[in-house]
Structures are given as C-alpha cells and as structure tokens.
C-alpha cells in the first residue's frame, strides 16, 4: 500500500488555467505538507497542517490554495497559473507537527508543466 | 546566508571509494538534523538523523558540530546504488507547537563502475 499518494503524477496545462493537486497519506499522520521542487532541485516548503489547521504557510502566492478535508487529505488548487509555476509539487506527511523535525514521507510528486 | 547550505557537487567517484559531503546550516536554535536521499525523478526519503554524538549506519557516518554550525554525511566503499543526489535537513522551530524542515539544495553524487 502506498503510503502517501498524489494525483496525478504529471499535469500538463495553459497558462491562466486552474488546477488541483490530490494528496491522501494512510499513516494516521496528524500533519501534511506541500513542497514545491523548482528546476533548480531547491526543494521549499509551501505550508503545512496540523489536523485539518494551516500551520505554515510560507509567503506563498494567494494563487496558490489548500484544503484539508479531514487529516488523512490535503488538496492544493492553484488559481490563475503562470509559467514560473512550472516545478514538481511534493506532498508530505509526519507523525508529529513539525516542530522538531519529525521524519517526513513524501509522495511521489506531481510534476506540473505551464505552457 | 542561507539557511542551510551544501556543496552542488556533482561528485564522480569510483565504486568503492569513500565520499564526504558537507553542509552548513545558519539556525543556531535548529535542533534536529537529517540527511535525506533523493534519487533521479523519485521522491526525497530519509536516510539517517543526525544525533550529537554521531551515529553510523553501515556504510554511512554523521556528524554534526554544533559549534561551527556543521553536520557531514560519509560514505564508505561506495556502491552504483548510493548514486543519487544528498540533502542536508535541518528544523525549523517557530515556537509553540510549529516548525517544519529545511532541505539543502543537494550534493549529487555519481558512483560509476
């Protein structure tokens, strides 16, 4: 069974499209996260949530909106896409909420690509 | 300066030699420190914590150096399966209960046959 999953792997789209990304995880993890992996391979933190509760959110563009469902799902639709949004999208899970660096379990990513 | 910061590489390397990577962080308040692994096109997977005292796991030794701020990764008798690219992790606590991770940009590294 995989452990946090993400749909879909590849995304494809125009510019000023919106889009969604799913992520569920099955380890009865308490916090979620997005990352964002740019062409430079800098991997960045977007925002976490701690039992449905956005806890970080890092100066990311209003653009950019998740959702969590229940603490199983986090969902990050993106409003309006531009070309600089183009990267591959990670989502993650952890056992505690962040705070000293638990182990996270990443999905397999989503790689998004504006045209 | 940067929050974490790793030499890019791309280190080449026989199979069988011994690699070091390095890394820096700026956080003198980061207390919990990693080394993750992320091969080409996959997601970024724990390798090992990073504890103190330094710790090893087979063929891989940690240490950190609080004082200089600097955490290493050594790998002994390198393997075509060890290619791949290193990240340096360090916490960030931001009080109350919150605080996330910090990924260096990588160390890639290519062990050829």
Not at chain 1, 13 to 27: A, F, V, W, Y
Not at chain 2, 14 to 39: H, I, L, M
Request: charged fraction near 20%; aromatic fraction near 12%.
């Amino acid at each position: 069974d995989t452990a946090v999953s993400q749909t879909p792997k590849y995304l494809v789209t125009q510019m000023g499209n919106d889009k969604s990304i799913k992520c569920e995880q099955n380890l009865g993890h308490d916090t979620m996260y997005w990352y964002k992996q740019d062409s430079k391979k800098f991997l960045k933190i977007m925002f976490s949530y701690n039992n449905k509760e956005l806890i970080i959110n890092e100066t990311v563009p209003n653009r950019f909106s998740p959702k969590s469902p229940d603490k199983a799902h986090l969902n990050l639709h993106i409003n309006s896409l531009e070309l600089g949004d183009s990267a591959v999208y990670f989502c993650a899970s952890s056992h505690g909420s962040g705070r000293w660096g638990d182990t996270q379990y990443f999905g397999p990513g989503t790689r998004l690509t504006v045209l | 300066r940067k929050e974490v910061e790793q030499d890019p590489g791309p280190f080449n390397v026989p199979e069988g030699a011994t690699v070091a990577f390095n890394c820096t962080y700026s956080n003198s308040a980061s207390q919990s420190f990693f080394w993750y692994r992320q091969d080409c096109r996959k997601e970024p997977k724990l390798l090992m914590s990073v504890y103190s005292s330094g710790n090893e796991d087979g063929r891989f030794t940690a240490q950190l150096n609080r004082a200089s701020q600097y955490i290493s990764l050594l790998i002994r008798d390198s393997k075509l399966s060890d290619s791949a690219t290193y990240l340096c992790v360090v916490n960030r606590d931001y009080g109350g209960s919150q605080g996330n991770l910090i990924f260096g940009k990588g160390t890639k590294l290519s062990v050829k046959p």
